[in-house]
């Protein structure tokens, strides 16, 4: 299953797009990282089938194990491509919030109750998609509390 990263604004050469690369390089699935304009761009074509993930705050917090779990199942559902979409520096929309489980993305998701910057997200969630591939491979990178 293809892991499909997509993110508003671009990240450049910075610590945090470093960082980002940094965990990208040791996910073992295939994995691709998407940037798109503040505003506008167009999203690209999802492999089908696909799931959707919106990362926003108000989203549930899922824990690295349950995270695992998912991405596994759907891995096992079949599912082509697994996409986490990241908004611009205002997050997502009311309507994408809204649509979620209506036809829009299929899970909302967050890293917290805090508010985090959308260029921090990228490589907390690289960080995550290696840990959940190593939990769901018995690698004993994650070590469960």
Request: a positive charge; charged letters at 25%; zero cysteines.
């Amino acid at each position: 299953m293809l892991l499909h990263i997509i993110a508003r604004g671009r990240i450049a050469r910075s610590p945090e797009g470093e960082l980002l690369d940094r965990y990208l390089k040791r996910v073992t699935w295939p994995v691709k990282h998407t940037e798109l304009p503040d505003r506008g761009g167009t999203v690209p074509l999802a492999m089908t089938p696909a799931r959707t993930m919106l990362l926003d705050e108000r989203g549930r917090q899922f824990s690295s194990e349950e995270f695992a779990a998912l991405l596994g199942r759907w891995r096992d559902d079949g599912v082509r491509e697994a996409r986490f979409m990241i908004g611009a520096a205002d997050g997502h929309g009311d309507a994408a919030r809204d649509a979620v489980g209506k036809g829009g993305a299929d899970v909302l998701i967050a890293f917290g109750a805090m508010t985090w910057p959308h260029m921090m997200a990228r490589a907390m969630l690289a960080e995550q998609l290696w840990r959940a591939t190593a939990i769901l491979s018995g690698h004993p990178y994650h070590r469960a509390g």
